[in-house]
């Protein structure tokens, strides 16, 4: 319970902090303040005090201080009451805090230390200089960090010299102490100072982390200078000060330090040369482009691959020529990672570039720029990926068809149906058909797709009608859709069956009545099933009055005798919010076949329409509850009878 309590403090708490951060002062404040150090000082619960708090947090001035200074020595609120210290201004919450140093121990204690931290309180220092010299360890590393926080000639010296303390939890932070005192100074500009400070915890007995927190600090702070430390630290064997080393290189600045960099580079071991390369590309200056396009033209692979993949960050002038001569590399590795860099770079300043770079290419050069030009969807390349995708090389072609599908216009069409009617294969005609479908889908108009299409369908073969048949379903307009209903009819009986498929995936319920039609007339027990199955996906979304919908499902029902169609058409009828609806289900539950299926229709029916039509739906669950094998619909029709009382 208290820590669901602390949680919706700290919620309300950020949501306080947000609005007092955006919004205009707010003229209650005042007020709000009032009532809050109200609260402190009755006997309102801690829960109260505690929001109490975060209020002054928030709206707090030195008058709230006395009632918060005592709240310092209760366990439960002292946290909630440095909080609002912490956050007002002036120097009565810092002797406050002061005051209580004086008074606390243990764990509260160093909470208020804390706080003296975070304030940066200068007259505490002498008061945390004799508290790190104590025998608490806790309050002595508290004291550390908060010295180091304050900041300062005297507390810094006093923490180099506390390096040495037998303690190691105290030396530690100690070292946490010195490195914010260095970057301090490094702050101030006094680089020489904060040099020191980090050298002096480089020197000591301390764990690796800090002695590597201070390296960073010890590099940047010597700026140029500092570059032998740099290279020290990154063919250091162990990983933690490595990578140290390599973060600090991509801070430190200056074109010198990229230059030193790129020379290490060559001398590094290999399982090191990407982190490093890497650290280069990130120092974003003239050297580190260089570095990067000599790797990505004359690297070892690795190093290319890496550097490939980190050119589109130079942008496209100088990385784009060194990109497109990778692409033609006849490793496919490398020819991959430059499509996908260029993939990310303007195009308004790459895709000419590649479109005249594709023209001039010729044999197996052209096949990744195929790629790369229909990746990127480049329209002026539609002449080029007409010839490709009727090359006689199959990866060729299939490059060509894909590229077509992703950029073709009304006016490309007539090339892929041309290129579908020339198809010699069955996979030919699936991919000029895929490409097809594709164009079809991204093409907003839809009746000028139609109109590009349709005279070819009576004019083809077998094959190439039943493909176009298949495109014309993500045409989905009126004459496409008369054209599949005509095909219905046709002679051949794979322009019939693919018709029927078509109308089973028609987008929309114009498609319902031709399927109701198939389903009334056709003799094959498989167009059968599919026409019943579209019919019900249809009849779910279409426009008709749910009436009109419980009439067309009980003639379904009427005209299905096997089990496996009634049940695709109980899965229908559940979504179906009408009375008539329930009074169709109703007389299934009595066929074991599908008894299953129809209470739990029955019972989705009757949750739909229980507000509207109350006495047939409680009927329905009444009889689900006495006589139902199944307990998960004994315990739905309870709760519907429960609260539909």
């Known amino acids: 319970m208290k820590h669901h309590l602390l949680q919706r403090l700290f919620l309300l708490t950020l949501a306080m902090l947000a609005w007092h951060g955006f919004s205009a002062p707010d003229p209650a404040s005042p007020e709000k303040a009032r009532r809050a150090m109200a609260t402190l000082q009755s006997s309102a619960p801690s829960a109260d005090k505690a929001l109490a708090c975060k209020q002054l947090a928030v709206y707090g001035t030195a008058e709230a201080v006395p009632a918060l200074a005592p709240l310092l020595h209760d366990e439960q609120l002292a946290a909630w009451a ?43 220092v002498r008061m945390l200089i004799s508290r790190l010299r104590g025998d608490d360890e806790a309050v002595a590393s508290a004291a550390a960090l908060a010295l180091g926080r304050i900041g300062g000639d005297a507390p810094a010296r006093i923490l180099q010299r506390t390096l040495t303390d037998s303690r190691a939890s105290v030396r530690s932070t100690a070292a946490q102490g010195c490195i914010l005192c260095g970057e301090q100074f490094f702050a101030q500009k006094e680089y020489a100072k904060a040099a020191r400070f980090y050298d002096a915890v480089r020197q000591a007995e301390l764990p690796a982390i800090r002695i590597a927190e201070a390296t960073r600090g010890a590099i940047l702070a010597r700026f140029h200078d500092g570059i032998p430390l740099l290279l020290e630290t990154l063919r250091s064997p162990d990983q933690a000060l490595w990578a140290i080393g390599l973060s600090t290189a991509r801070e430190l600045p200056g074109q010198v330090v990229t230059e030193e960099l790129a020379v290490e580079l ?34 070892e692979k690795h190093l290319r691959l890496a550097a ?15 990109l497109l001569q990778a692409v033609g590399e006849s490793d ?53 990926f007409i ?105 051949d009986p794979q322009v019939r ?55 067309t499902f009980g003639e379904l029902l009427a005209g299905s005798p096997r ?57 329905l669950a009444e009889k689900l509850q006495a006589e139902s094998g199944n307990p998960a619909v004994r315990e739905r029709a309870a709760k519907l009878l429960n609260e539909n009382k």
């Open 82 to 124: 440095r909080t609002a210290l912490e956050a007002i201004p002036g120097p009565a919450a810092d002797q406050a805090l002061r005051d209580a140093a004086g008074q606390l121990q243990g764990r509260l204690l160093v909470g208020v230390i804390n706080s003296l931290g975070v304030r940066r309180d200068a007259q505490a």
């Open 332 to 384: 496919p590795e490398l020819a991959q990672t430059a499509i996908t860099t260029l993939a990310g770079l303007p195009a308004d300043e790459v895709d000419p570039l590649v479109a005249t770079r594709l023209r001039a290419a010729s044999g197996n050069a052209r096949l990744p720029l195929i790629r790369l030009a229909g990746q990127r969807r480049i329209a002026a390349a539609t002449s080029d």
């Open 266 to 299: 060559r001398q590094t071991p290999t399982a090191r040369q990407v982190p490093l390369l890497l650290a280069i590309a990130d120092r974003h200056d003239e050297a580190a482009a260089d570095v990067l396009l000599t790797q990505a033209r004359d690297g």
């Open 497 to 551: 069956d693919a018709a029927v498929r078509a109308l089973t995936d028609w987008p929309d319920a114009a498609a319902l009545p031709a399927l109701l039609d198939v389903w009334r007339k056709t003799t094959d027990d498989s167009h059968r099933f599919l026409a019943l199955r579209g019919g019900v996906r249809l009849l779910e979304t279409s426009s008709q009055s749910p009436a009109a919908k419980v009439k």
């Open 387 to 491: 010839e490709a995708a009727g090359d006689a090389d199959a990866a060729m072609r299939a490059a060509g068809l894909k590229a077509l599908g992703d950029t073709a216009g009304v006016g490309e069409l007539n090339a892929l149906t041309d290129l579908l009617g020339r198809a010699k294969s069955e996979a030919e005609i699936q991919a000029v058909q895929e490409a097809l479908e594709t164009a079809c889908a991204r093409i907003p108009d839809k009746a000028a797709c139609a109109a590009q299409l349709l005279p070819r369908l009576n004019a083809s073969s077998t094959a190439v009608q039943c493909a176009l048949l298949r495109v014309f379903v993500g045409v989905g307009t009126p004459a496409t859709l008369e054209s599949v209903q005509r095909s219905v009819a046709a002679e």
């Open 563 to 619: 089990p496996n169609d009634r049940k695709l058409i109980l899965s229908g009828i559940a979504n179906v919010a009408d009375p008539g609806a329930l009074s169709l289900v109703t007389p299934l539950l009595a066929e074991s076949a599908i008894r299953a299926e129809a209470e739990l229709a029955a019972l989705k029916i009757a949750e739909s329409v229980v507000k509207t039509s109350p006495a047939p739906a409680r009927s």
């Open 308 to 322: 490939l993949a980190a050119l589109g960050r130079l942008g496209s002038a100088r990385a784009t020529p060194v």
